[in-house]
């Protein structure tokens, strides 16, 4: 999953919000922001009051913030974003990088996009991030990943801008820092016969002004103990999914080249419409089960 964010000067970022991201991305933090005609990378922040703590004093500057939730590589602060592209440069990423070669299986796949191809190509045409060739060559390499830059003058690159939002001059890759409630239900797919998570989410209350700097002006209420909310997905099942991710791509570099034949394993139960489509605040969708499940028989 991850979030991106990119904040301009003087904007603020919520302190409930930045909670539910690290809750919800919860390998890693990290931000870089422009001092003193360089950019300044902080990171490996595995505490939210750590990070919380280290970011607060930089709330007037432009910034580019990341929550990590890994799927190749290490979970450790080598593999935490922003990562620098130069003395003059970081960048973060939300998504996974498919079409390169991992040889390091410590290294994340963003981690490797940078070491090998970022910063070579930087390093011969330091303008290419900026050019509308080189945005479009970044887009083609990541898919529907997304990428920020941020450079020493707090100028930002954000590559695949459209798949994300802004909101009161806070760009986010998704929606992942909102107080959610997240309903799974599970189901295989007929790909690499591969369990993922299907979720409705229901936005709650959000951070006032005076959340800013995790203050309030009324004495909060007592909150009654509970469980620790869900994450995206339980850290239980990371492992395999981490695993499952590298196998698909050790496949898909093995098949380049390939054309016409379809090797996509398939899953013994094929899922289909249980009923008709039914639309709700998140768009429309179409429920999916397997035949034991099926009413109509």
Request: some cysteine; overall charge positive.
């Amino acid at each position: 999953m991850c979030l991106a964010i990119f904040k301009e000067a003087n904007k603020k970022v919520y302190k409930q919000q930045m909670q539910n991201a690290f809750d919800n991305n919860d390998d890693g933090a990290g931000f870089a922001y422009p001092s003193k005609g360089k950019v300044i990378i902080e990171k490996g922040f595995f505490r939210f009051e750590d990070f919380w703590k280290a970011l607060k004093p930089h709330m007037d500057k432009p910034m580019a913030i990341h929550f990590r939730w890994s799927t190749h590589g290490l979970v450790d602060e080598t593999n935490c974003h922003p990562f620098r592209i130069t003395d003059d440069l970081a960048m973060i990423h939300n998504g996974v990088i498919s079409g390169i070669d991992i040889t390091d299986k410590d290294k994340s796949d963003t981690r490797t996009f940078v070491d090998d191809y970022v910063k070579p190509i930087n390093k011969g045409n330091p303008m290419f991030i900026y050019s509308e060739y080189g945005k479009r060559t970044l887009k083609a390499c990541i898919g529907s990943s997304k990428l920020v830059f941020i450079n020493k003058k707090g100028n930002r690159v954000i590559v695949n801008e459209k798949a994300g939002h802004w909101t009161d001059g806070v760009w986010y890759s998704n929606d992942s820092y909102k107080q959610v409630k997240v309903r799974y239900s599970s189901f295989t797919t007929p790909y690499y016969g591969r369990t993922y998570g299907s979720s409705c989410y229901s936005s709650g209350s959000c951070a006032t002004e005076g959340d800013v700097l995790g203050t309030t002006s009324a004495k909060p209420k007592k909150k009654k103990k509970s469980k620790k909310k869900q994450t995206w997905l339980p850290r239980s099942e990371r492992k395999a999914l981490q695993q499952e991710l590298q196998q698909e791509l050790e496949l898909s570099n093995s098949t380049k080249g390939t054309h016409g034949v379809d090797s996509t394993p398939k899953s013994e139960q094929m899922l289909k419409p249980n009923t008709d489509p039914i639309e709700d605040a998140n768009g429309v969708f179409c429920p999916l089960v397997g035949d034991e499940f099926d009413s109509t028989k």
